[in-house]
T-cell receptor, first 112, second 115 residues
Framework: GEDVEQSLFLSVREGDSSVINCTYT??????LYWYKQEPGAGLQLLTYIFSNMDMKQDQRLTVLLNKKDKHLSLRIADTQTGDSAIYFC????????????FGPGTSLSVIP | GAVVSQHPSWVICKSGTSVKIECRSL??????MFWYRQFPKQSLMLMATSNEGSKATYEQGVEKDKFLINHASLTLSTLTVTSAHPEDSSFYIC???????????FGAGTRLSVL
């Protein structure tokens, strides 16, 4: 079945770049998302990319997609302490009937 | 835009009572809403999908008589945990999606504690 994998933890120093990686198994994935969850809160959509794109940049966030390897990454430039949170990678097929499949989440800790 | 409001944010109840959680899309019409459950330090587990005006579709292993879902309007879905027990204690998150769109927007979640 469909599966999304992420490393569970990442620790970076404030000001450095963070790179969170994700792999997925469903070759028909059409939409790939990154969500951020702060403690005790819901999920905030950070960005998303279509499967026909290789890269998307939005301010400090850069998403790279390698469709051949089914690998997605989220790069956060100039990481701040406020970026400490859990980041979920998710994918979805093309139709409205396809469900969003979430990864286990990567806990990002930013060291001051 | 695309704000989803979820209430209450935290509820404590006695075992055996029922609890209702509301999920509202504030600035868009949500033809489909989703209810998730999240255990500590884990990912989201989809419980059910509801389309406005029709019965919810529950995921395998989720008791539909235990978790009643109503999606009576394009901006409101409710989840009622009936006869709650301590094992129902969890973080419940709703999500809403516009017609023919592929982006889900999430509420802030409800922490349910059953004593």
């Amino acid at each position: 079945g469909e599966d999304v994998e992420q490393s569970l933890f990442l620790s970076v120093r404030e000001g450095d770049s963070s790179v969170i990686n994700c792999t997925y198994t469903d070759s028909s994935s059409t939409y790939l998302y990154w969500y951020k969850q702060e403690p005790g809160a819901g999920l905030q959509l950070l960005t998303y990319i279509f499967s026909n794109m290789d890269m998307k940049q939005d301010q400090r966030l850069t998403v790279l997609l390698n469709k051949k390897d089914k690998h997605l990454s989220l790069r956060i430039a100039d990481t701040q302490t406020g970026d400490s949170a859990i980041y979920f990678c998710a994918e979805k097929g093309e139709t409205s009937y396809d469900k969003v499949i979430f990864g286990p989440g990567t806990s990002l800790s930013v060291i001051p | 835009g695309a704000v989803v409001s979820q209430h209450p944010s935290w509820v404590i109840c006695k075992s055996g009572t029922s609890v209702k959680i509301e999920c509202r899309s504030l600035d868009f019409q949500a033809t489909t809403m989703f209810w998730y459950r999240q255990f500590p330090k884990q990912s989201l587990m989809l419980m059910a999908t509801s389309n406005e005006g029709s019965k919810a579709t529950y995921e395998q292993g989720v008791e539909k008589d235990k978790f009643l879902i109503n999606h009576a309007s394009l901006t409101l879905s409710t989840l009622t945990v009936t006869s709650a027990h301590p094992e129902d204690s969890s973080f419940y998150i709703c999500s809403a999606r516009r017609l023919a769109k592929n982006i889900q927007y999430f509420g802030a979640g409800t922490r349910l504690s059953v004593l």
